[in-house]
C-alpha cells in the first residue's frame, strides 16, 4: 500500500479527537434512509471506513447486524467505544468477505484510496455483498487526485463515477450531488451514490 495512504490513516491517527467530535453529529439520517430502502430489516451492514462510528450506531439503534472496520488505530478506539463494539482493524484492500453482506455503507471513506486501486476495492465491495445487496459511498465532489492538507483525495463527480460502479457489477439506483452537512462547510459538495449488485 502507498505512501500516500498510511499518510492519510497517521493523520487520522493524530487527529483523532478532533475528527471524532467534528463528525460524530453530523445529520446523515437522509443519506442512511435512502441505503436503508435497499437493505432488509435486520440485515447485515459492513460500515466500510466507519471513522467515528456514527452510522454504525445509528445502524445498530435502528435494528441492524454491523461489522465496522477503520484503518486509523485511534479512530478505531474510539468508535468501538461508542458503538460498543470491536471495531475491526482492516484496510480496503484487504477486504475478503464474500456474499456476506445485505449492504455496505462507505461514507467519506472511499475517498482515500488511490483511483488506480478503486476499481479493485469496488470488486472486493461487491463480492462481500450478497447477490442483490445495496452499496452506499460518497466522494468529494470533483476530478481526479486531489491533496488537502496532508491528506490525499480521490474526487469525482456525478459522471465519472459512474464507470466505478457499473464496472464493478453494481446498477447505480441513487446518485446524487449535495452541499457539505458539517456546519461551515456548506461551499463543499459531496457526490453519493447508492448501487445495488447485479
Known amino acids: 500500500m502507498g505512501k500516500d495512504v498510511d499518510n492519510n490513516v497517521e493523520y487520522y491517527n493524530k487527529n483523532a479527537d478532533s475528527f471524532f467530535n467534528g463528525s460524530v453529529n453530523v445529520d446523515m439520517a437522509e443519506d442512511r434512509e435512502a441505503f436503508l430502502a435497499y437493505v432488509p430489516?435486520?440485515?447485515?451492514?459492513?460500515?466500510?471506513?466507519c471513522g467515528s462510528g456514527r452510522d454504525s450506531k445509528a445502524f445498530l439503534d435502528a435494528g441492524y447486524d454491523i461489522v465496522a472496520f477503520d484503518a486509523?488505530?485511534?479512530m478505531r478506539i474510539r468508535a468501538s467505544e461508542y458503538i460498543g463494539r470491536e471495531v475491526l482493524d482492516l484496510r480496503f484492500e484487504e477486504i475478503s468477505f464474500e456474499k456476506e453482506f445485505d449492504g455496505i455503507w462507505a461514507s467519506a471513506s472511499l475517498l482515500h484510496v488511490p483511483v488506480e486501486e478503486l476499481p479493485e476495492v469496488m470488486g472486493r465491495m461487491r463480492k462481500a455483498l450478497k447477490p442483490g445487496g445495496a452499496m452506499y459511498a460518497s466522494f468529494k465532489y470533483g476530478e481526479g487526485t486531489k491533496v488537502r492538507g496532508e491528506r490525499l483525495f480521490s474526487d469525482f463527480n456525478e459522471k465519472s463515477v459512474v464507470p466505478l460502479f457499473e464496472n464493478a457489477g453494481f446498477e447505480i439506483v441513487s446518485n446524487s450531488v449535495g452541499p457539505d452537512s458539517r456546519p461551515g462547510r456548506e461551499t463543499e459538495y459531496w457526490v453519493s451514490v447508492i448501487g445495488v449488485a447485479r
Open 41 to 49: 430489516g435486520g440485515g447485515k451492514i459492513l460500515d466500510a471506513g
Open 72 to 74: 486509523s488505530r485511534e
